[in-house]
């Protein structure tokens, strides 16, 4: 199993706040890496439509995150995710 390190995971923001906001990891050939993830994620800002969160990623992993509204139709705001070697 490869060797995880806690990172930043990313940021991002849309239009309105909202409730259901998550992300799910992709690789780089799109496939999922693990489940959408929903549990802690912050809103620094009561009302402000801006999302943070940290998270566990094998070391070295390369790929998207892709941050969704949670919707039927969701809008989506895709980051690079990027883990770097440890110290």
């Known amino acids: 199993m490869p060797a995880t390190s806690t990172h930043s995971v990313a940021s991002t923001a849309f239009a309105v706040a909202i409730a259901g906001v998550g992300y799910q990891l992709l690789v780089v050939d799109g496939t999922a890496h693990g489940n959408r993830v929903t549990a802690g994620i912050a809103q620094p800002v009561a009302c402000e439509a801006i999302y943070g969160s940290t998270g ?12 969704d509204t949670g919707a039927c139709t969701p809008v ?12």
């Not at 566990?56 to 941050?67: A, I, K, R, S, V």
């Not at 989506?76 to 110290?87: D, E, Q, T, Y």
């Open 56 to 67: 566990t990623l094998p070391d070295e992993f390369g790929g998207l995150l892709l941050w």
């Open 76 to 87: 989506n705001s895709p980051r690079r995710a990027a883990a770097w070697p440890r110290p």
